[in-house]
């Protein structure tokens, strides 16, 4: 299986690609957790049915240490017992944020004050993008039909 287009070969995709990672990059340097930042990504791409980041997300929370069971109860994590008060409230955050037409109103009030309590502003603001970037990433990669499953960790630099 082979991608409808190559974002790296592309001229135009080539650019929107680099500024999407340097955006990432800057997100990843933010004081957000990186666990948080992974499981996040993780389960956005779970449910915008991404399997190419769901493959990398999945394979580069592990290489950073994270545990199988975690990963594997993200899709679950309201009734998993294994997140934290703050994770959780980043997961709810998330699933509304990428979730937007299915809620009137886009992400409630209360979710966004339960993240408030966890997270500062700069980590807040972090939230917020890394939702949209990985719904970004998400959407450029189902669009084209990426195929998953052969990513390798920090093949990306």
């Not at 994270?66 to 709810?92: C, D, K, N, Y």
Request: charged letters at 20%; glycine letters at 8%; one cysteine or more.
């Amino acid at each position: 299986m082979e991608a409808r287009l190559n974002f790296f070969t592309n001229p135009v995709s080539g650019k929107v690609v680099k500024h999407l990672v340097a955006a990432n990059k800057a997100l990843a340097d933010s004081g957000l957790p990186h666990s948080t930042q992974e499981l996040l990504k993780l389960r956005v791409s779970q449910i915008n049915g991404c399997g190419y980041c769901t493959d990398m997300h999945t394979k580069d929370a592990l290489h950073a240490g994270e545990s199988q069971q975690r990963l594997h109860l993200v899709a679950a994590w309201r009734e998993a017992t294994v997140f934290t008060e703050a994770e959780r409230a980043a997961l709810e955050l998330a699933e509304q944020g990428t979730r937007i037409a299915d809620g009137a109103g886009g992400v409630s009030d209360e979710v966004w004050e339960n993240a408030a309590k966890h997270y500062d502003e700069d980590q807040l603001a972090a939230l917020v993008f890394s939702i949209a970037l990985i719904n970004a990433f998400n959407r450029g990669n189902v669009i084209v039909q990426q195929p998953a499953g052969d990513y390798q960790p920090g093949q990306f630099g």
